[in-house]
């Protein structure tokens, strides 16, 4: 069964990088025709996607968050990753990484969700 | 790009059926959609993609009194003999040729 889990701190400043990892068991992140995405939950608010990459590394980027989002993959680690720079206060939300089986295709498989709180 | 637009809220009786509807904007008419469920506290959790046919294909565990259909930029999710834990927020998400993901504001759904 495949799973996903989010890590990374809780607490980032102001102005600073939100790095957070999604870790993937119980399949490969270098299998074919899978991509992986994270999504974010603002409190009480609706979902927004923030990005997707393919284990070659193509990433896609919501433009709305694109001059300051970073996905990358390590897939001798079977983990990808999220750099949001230049955080505030907008940006606090639950963190979720998931997997599309194909490129035009929804998110089939979420991760539990990390909370990260934007607050010096 | 695609917009997506739910009704905020809808509620129905325990043991009744209820249908939800997501709307693509013009000009995106024919897209498919994926309907996902969001209890109170948890993760999102797949339900199914529907087609502009009106076919629909669940994820694994759906029970079958979930089901999906179409009209026209319409696309619905149709929950019958409602249960308690039936009770969450619906949102329906859909995407673009170039991969850009997006998803509509939710339905929270209350059962009566």
């Known amino acids: 069964q495949l799973q996903l889990q989010e890590s990374g701190p809780g607490l980032v400043k102001p102005s600073e990088t939100l790095s957070l990892t999604c870790t993937v068991s119980g399949g490969s992140i270098s299998r074919s025709g899978f991509y992986w995405g994270w999504i974010r939950q603002p409190p009480g608010k609706g979902l927004e996607w923030i990005g997707t990459?393919?284990?070659?590394?193509?990433?896609y980027y919501n433009p709305s968050l694109s001059s300051r989002v970073t996905i990358s993959v390590d897939t001798s680690k079977n983990q990808f990753s999220l750099k949001l720079s230049s955080v505030t206060a907008a940006d606090t939300a639950v963190y979720y990484c998931a997997r599309h089986e194909i490129a035009a295709a929804p998110f089939d498989y979420w991760g539990q969700g990390i909370l990260v709180t934007v607050s010096s | 790009q695609p917009v997506l637009t739910q009704s905020s809220s809808a509620s129905a009786s325990l043991g009744s059926s209820v249908k939800l509807t997501c709307t693509l904007s013009?000009?995106?008419?024919?897209?498919?959609i994926a309907w996902h469920q969001q209890q109170p506290g948890k993760a999102p959790r797949y339900l199914m993609k529907v087609e502009g046919s009106g076919s629909y294909n669940k994820g694994s565990g759906i029970p079958d009194r979930f089901s999906g259909s179409s009209s026209g930029a319409d696309r619905y999710l149709t929950i019958s003999n409602l249960h308690f834990e039936d009770e969450a927020d619906y949102y329906c998400?859909?995407?673009?040729?170039?991969?850009?993901?997006?998803f509509g504001g939710g339905t929270k759904l209350t059962v009566l």
């Open positions: 990459i393919y284990y070659s590394g193509r990433t």
């Open positions: 013009s000009g995106h008419s024919s897209y498919i």
């Open positions: 998400e859909t995407w673009d040729s170039d991969i850009h993901v997006v």
